[in-house]
């Protein structure tokens, strides 16, 4: 079975610094890893995925993401948040042969000026 | 920008009613799932379907639970008697390819169903 934690239901930070989503996983097969956010009153929107190759992953707005397979985890960055990131974030896994995305919880991000 | 849709974005009930929740997916799309996310918990998924019948559903989805594809357009989820704890924000999605090749889900806004 996969699971998918995401350590921290919210996370404050300043405008243009730095930020760190942590998700680890845990699955007994390969995965696929998701990021996944949702903007107020809007649906899911993929910021980026993992499939294979390249462990460091980049997507939309500036997002990138390390997948790291020895510690299971697959964390969200951006050197310079906006505000307008403010969202919540989800990881998300799947595996080859099936059709269901396991999510984590979700991690709130708040960017003040 | 091609986009799901669902209807309504907000849906009010009584305990024991029928509701159906409706989804337009991505129109050449051929994969299609239900999650649900109950406040202040993970997003779980339902079910999802192709070429006419469920491929894949979970432990939540009983047999008060169905999904339907009344025409070409339209996805509906069908919850027969409602109970309180199946308030929820529910969200469809679909797909072009297979989820198990690691394709992406497009994901519609939700329906955010209150049972009272």
């Known amino acids: 079975a996969q699971s998918v934690t995401q350590l921290d239901s919210q996370v404050p930070v300043f405008e243009e610094a730095p930020v760190e989503l942590r998700c680890n996983y845990s699955?007994?097969?390969?995965?696929?890893l998701f990021w996944y956010v949702q903007y107020p009153n809007q649906g899911l929107q993929l910021l980026l995925k993992?499939?294979?190759?390249?462990?460091l992953v980049k997507g939309i707005n500036g997002f990138e993401a390390e997948f790291n397979k020895s510690q299971t985890s697959f964390h969200l960055r951006k050197p310079s948040v906006h505000i307008s990131d403010t969202a919540e974030y989800f990881c998300?896994?799947?595996?080859?042969?099936?059709?269901?995305?396991?999510f984590g919880k979700g991690t709130m991000l708040l960017v003040s000026p | 920008e091609p986009e799901v849709t669902q209807t309504p974005s907000h849906q009010v009930t009584q305990m024991g009613q029928e509701v159906i929740l409706r989804c337009v997916p991505i129109?050449?799309?051929?994969?299609f799932y239900w999650y649900r996310q109950i406040l202040g918990q993970k997003v779980e998924f339902l079910v999802s379907?192709?070429?006419?019948?469920?491929?894949?559903k979970s432990e939540i989805f009983d047999d008060q639970f169905s999904v339907e594809r009344p025409d070409g357009s339209n996805f509906t989820l069908k919850i027969r008697s409602t109970k309180l704890e199946d308030s929820a924000m529910y969200f469809c999605?679909?797909?072009?390819?297979?989820?198990?090749?690691?394709?992406?889900?497009?994901f519609g806004p939700g329906t955010r169903l209150t049972v009272t």
């Open positions: 999605a679909s797909s072009d390819l297979f989820a198990g090749t690691g394709d992406e889900q497009y």
């Open positions: 379907f192709y070429n006419n019948e469920i491929s894949e």
């Open positions: 993992y499939l294979s190759g390249s462990t």
């Open positions: 129109s050449n799309h051929l994969y």
């Open positions: 998300a896994v799947s595996h080859s042969g099936y059709s269901t995305l396991t």
């Open positions: 699955s007994s097969v390969s995965v696929y």
